[in-house]
C-alpha cells in the first residue's frame, strides 16, 4: 500500500470548490497497481490519482470518498517505475460551513 495526504490544507467556509494538490516522485521498486481506496471525511467531493511519466498523466483512480471504504479495482492495469510521479487532487466544499476546515 502506498499512502499520499493533504497536510496544511485549509477549506475555507462557504467556499464551493476547494482543491488540495498532492505530489511526489516515486523512488521504490516497481509496483503494479491493481486496486485504489480514496478516503477524505465529510467535506470531500472527490479524490484522483496519476501516475506521470515523461510528461504523460495516467488515471489510476476516481471516486467519492463519500462511497463505502473499499479497494477499487483500477479500470486498466497501472504500473509504477523508479522516478514516475505520483499525483493526487482531492476536491473539498466549504458549502454551508461557517468557520474554516484545517486538514493535517
Not at 46 to 59: A, E, F, I
Not at 61 to 71: C, D, E, N, T, W
Amino acid at each position: 500500500m502506498y499512502l499520499m495526504m493533504s497536510v496544511n490544507t485549509v477549506i475555507p467556509p462557504g467556499e464551493k470548490v476547494v482543491d488540495a494538490d498532492i505530489a511526489c516522485h516515486y523512488k521504490r521498486f516497481p509496483m503494479h497497481l491493481f486496486a485504489y481506496r480514496v478516503h477524505t471525511h465529510r467535506l470531500g467531493k472527490v479524490v484522483s490519482g496519476y501516475r506521470v511519466r515523461n510528461g504523460q498523466w495516467t488515471l489510476i483512480g476516481r471516486q467519492s470518498p463519500q462511497l463505502p471504504q473499499a479497494f477499487y479495482p483500477v479500470q486498466q492495469p497501472v504500473d509504477v517505475s523508479y522516478d514516475d510521479i505520483l499525483a493526487a487532487r482531492c476536491v473539498f466544499s466549504g458549502e454551508g460551513r461557517t468557520t474554516e476546515t484545517h486538514i493535517g
